[in-house]
């Protein structure tokens, strides 16, 4: 003869299987199911003890998912929203934290707009720092009896409720109390001037340090030793044809987006021209300082480099000399001075005042 197994029933959720039929009772052992009915808590709800469709009888109440006589031990019995009972953990539950009637809530942000509050830094590699949300609130948390807010991952809670990005937040800027002047924006957790960036320890202008150009750590290569506007870049240089007898105008818009251009750390600087293509050239320090002041529409009187003297200073706009003289009309001078507005804008090797028609160029490097 055959033996025939016989299958064992087993529960059906949400069905007492002790007590088929019965809706409630303490002694249905239950299986905590929130899966079905996410809108109940089987672990307190007396209508949905344990599972979806179990209900304790009258007068029990629902802990730790069993329908009971009263709450256990590190359980609350308060009065719930239809008028029944809940057993709450007041440690914990934010509808009722640290006593039955305390709820806890997210805070009130005002008229705080959202975003970083940074002011625009004007630099186009920092990574995205000056955008994003800034603070967020949060959810509402209930820990040890006490009301706070659950910050997303990267954000804060900082002493007014509020979660913000201590990364990226004018106001709150490394630390919850730290706020940034009004001339700086926060980067990387530092308050910064704006249009730099906080690379390796200090802030940096990351458009014109060649140890940093474009981006933190990016380092110019011996062949592209400059960087100019976050790009890596062998020199700057402006080269212009003027005419005998002629007043420039382009020469002079040209030179001063030059000027404007110099915005590295310079070790060269040399004006050479038709008539004498090697030019004059300081290098070291000194070239660093004239490119500067050009860049600056500052002055510097007689400095002493290559063998020459140098002079940069104002002679109907910014004027570059290599020859020893300010605003003079040298002959053979070494300068350049576009801007004269009149026919003397300067020579190379050639009289600097009516000179002959010839191309004059500047290059810092």
Known sequence: MLAVACAKALPVEGVDAS?????????????????????????????????????????????????????????TKCTGGDGGALCVDTKTDTSHCGSCTNVCTTADAGSMAQGTNNPDAGVPFDGGYDGGIGWTLGTADCDASTCGVACPTGFTECSDDICYDLQNHHDHCGTCTTACTSTQWCDKGNCCNQGTEYCGGSCIDVLSDKNNCGACGNVCPSQTPVCSGGTCKSAVTYSQSFTVNVTPTTQC??????????????????????????????????????????????????????????????????????????????????NVRPCIGNYNWGGVNTASCTPPSQTITVTCQ
Request: net charge negative; charged share 10%.
């Open 19 to 75: 007590a088929p039929g019965d809706a409630g009772g303490t002694d249905a052992p239950m299986v905590i199911d929130g899966a079905g009915c996410p809108q109940f808590d089987l672990e307190t709800d007396p209508a949905h003890c344990g599972a979806c469709t179990h209900a304790c009888d009258a007068g029990d109440l629902c802990s730790s998912g069993q329908c009971k006589p009263e709450c256990d031990t590190a359980l």
């Open 253 to 334: 818009t040209a030179w001063t987006a030059f000027q404007a251009s110099l915005t590295g750390t310079y070790s060269s600087i040399t004006i050479s021209g038709t008539n004498d293509t090697t030019g004059r050239t300081c290098t070291g320090t000194g070239a660093n300082t004239l490119c500067q002041a050009l860049h600056n529409s500052g002055t510097v009187s007689n400095l002493s480099c290559g063998g020459y003297m140098w002079n940069v200073d104002s002679c109907g706009g910014v004027e570059l000399t290599a020859d020893g003289m300010a605003c003079y009309c040298t002959d053979p001078g070494y």
